[in-house]
């Protein structure tokens, strides 16, 4: 399985990004896929997961301004951000995961100034 995440950048307070990962590989429609965040001197956090079926789970810290969804024709998992706020810049990284381990993407950096 590889990932490919796009779409960070540096945003104002407020704003909005939207984060892109592209999957490849065997069966990777059918894993749970998620985003995590890695803030500097932090340890990386799950900041949403997403089943194959659609069901969603995120962390308190951005329930409500964040969305998680997912393309399976296209293998392609989303991350709407919303409200953006200075505490949510982070490393953010797309992850798959399969029967036996975890797989990670690259890793787009998300920057929101106050």
């Known amino acids: 399985v590889q990932l490919q995440a796009f779409g960070g950048g540096l945003v104002q307070a407020g704003g909005s990004l939207r984060l892109s990962c592209a999957a490849s590989g065997s069966g990777v429609s059918y894993n749970p896929m998620a985003w995590y965040r890695q803030a500097p001197g932090k340890q990386r956090e799950l900041v949403a997961i997403i089943t194959s079926s659609g069901s969603t789970n995120y962390a308190d810290s951005v329930s409500g301004r964040f969305t998680i969804s997912r393309d399976n024709a296209n293998n392609t998992v989303y991350l709407q951000m919303n409200s953006l706020k200075p505490e949510d810049t982070a490393v953010y990284y797309c992850?798959?995961?399969?029967?036996?381990?975890?797989?990670w993407g690259q890793g787009t950096e998300v920057t929101v100034s106050s």
């Open positions: 992850n798959s995961k399969g029967i036996y381990r975890d797989y």
